[in-house]
């Protein structure tokens, strides 16, 4: 299981709760966006960016979110949700995530994340700190 996640510097990890399921008897398309989100949470809040007040009031804000969904999760399970930063510009990160079930020990869905720096005081689009830039390269290189 590992190895499916060795490229994620972030993992989460869930059970998959009976709830989650809908009444076609797997997990509802939408807990799996809810899944990422945890994940892209776990990664602000280690790259130092998920509080807009620690940097002069310059914050995230997710500009797009999608999945690619390849295995239906059940209950019961337990599901590891990597993240991963691709790509920086200017002003926005793009993540992906990779949702792998315990159970089947495969993939059960793909997605991506594009993150713009937004400065919630000026209410704009700001480029990216440097010091978040920075954070974000030394938890994709493992120094973090």
């Not at 804000?61 to 510009?89: H, N």
Request: glycine share 6%; aromatic share 10%.
């Amino acid at each position: 299981m590992e190895n499916l996640l060795h490229d994620f510097p972030v993992v989460v990890e869930f059970p998959v709760a009976w709830g989650e399921m809908d009444a076609l008897g797997h997990v509802n398309n939408v807990v799996y966006f809810r899944y990422f989100e945890s994940a892209r949470v776990a990664y602000l809040t280690q790259i130092n960016f998920i509080d807009p007040a620690a940097n002069n009031g310059i914050g995230s804000i997710l500009a797009s979110t999608q999945c690619d969904f390849r295995k239906a999760l059940t209950y019961p399970d337990t599901v590891m949700i990597g993240a991963r930063v691709t790509e920086i510009s200017d002003a926005r990160f793009t993540m992906e995530y990779r949702a792998v079930s315990q159970r089947l020990q495969k993939i059960a869905a793909e997605g991506k994340g594009v993150i713009v720096s937004y400065n919630y005081r000026e209410k704009r689009k700001e480029n990216l700190p440097a010091a978040i830039r920075e954070n974000i390269q030394a938890v994709e290189s493992g120094r973090n």
